[in-house]
């Protein structure tokens, strides 16, 4: 599962730690609540989403890791900025980096290679206890893409071709040896909730 809408509206968020609106929060509760139940769950150490971890761990009684390898990427200096005020500023390097993020990164950023390897590494753990019954990943878009990329074997050039929206889940489904025999996009709930969010 993605996390939902953040305050601050969007931007490349990457390691910044902004707390989830009332309705990204909310959007999170019903794709919860409809796609479970949980065996255990594994979270980003961010707060957008450790803190709805947390209470649906609290709540189930089921055990939840803070995974710190499935963060977000860090965007570099473009942390927090948002792409209308890249566009005035940096447009050439913005329109590279939509073509083609593995060899055009912002400046400063996390190579795409290290952070595919640090996801794969935590998607390969958790795949490992797959076994013991469903776990609930909670993350964020880059992440989700990376591992969607893996299970379809498509190239890592790929990566911004997916659509990843706020508080989606998906559903990957593991053969017996380890293998994914299927990826299901179950989508997030559409629904309205007055947002606590200032701007």
């Known amino acids: ?24 929060r909310a959007r999170m509760q019903a794709g919860h609540d409809r796609h479970g139940p949980w065996q255990q769950i594994i979270s980003s150490p961010l ?10 761990s609290r709540d189930a009684g ?6 710190s390898r499935l963060r977000e990427m ?11 005020d890249l ?5 050439e390097a913005l329109g590279k980096f939509w073509q083609d993020p593995l060899n055009h990164i912002p400046p400063g950023a996390e190579p795409l290679v290290d952070f595919r390897e640090r996801v ?14 469903p776990q609930l990943l909670v993350t964020h878009g880059g992440v989700i893409r990376l591992i969607l990329l893996h299970a379809q074997q498509r190239p890592l050039s790929d990566l911004l071709k997916l659509d990843v929206p706020h508080a989606c889940v998906y559903r990957i489904h593991v053969q017996e040896g380890g293998g994914v025999s299927a990826v299901s996009a179950l989508g997030a709930v559409d629904m309205e909730v007055e947002s606590g969010d200032p701007s």
């Open 120 to 133: 794969l590494q935590a998607w390969e753990e958790a795949l490992a206890r797959v076994a013991a019954g």
């Open 87 to 91: 566009m005035e500023s940096e447009p």
């Open 1 to 24: 599962m993605r996390h939902g809408e953040t305050t601050g509206g969007f931007a490349f968020r990457g390691s910044l730690d902004d707390a989830l609106t009332d309705l990204g």
């Open 74 to 84: 860090h965007f570099g200096t473009w942390e927090g900025r948002t792409a209308a």
């Open 47 to 56: 707060r957008r989403c450790l803190a709805p971890a947390r209470d649906w």
């Open 62 to 67: 089921i055990p939840l890791q803070e995974e």
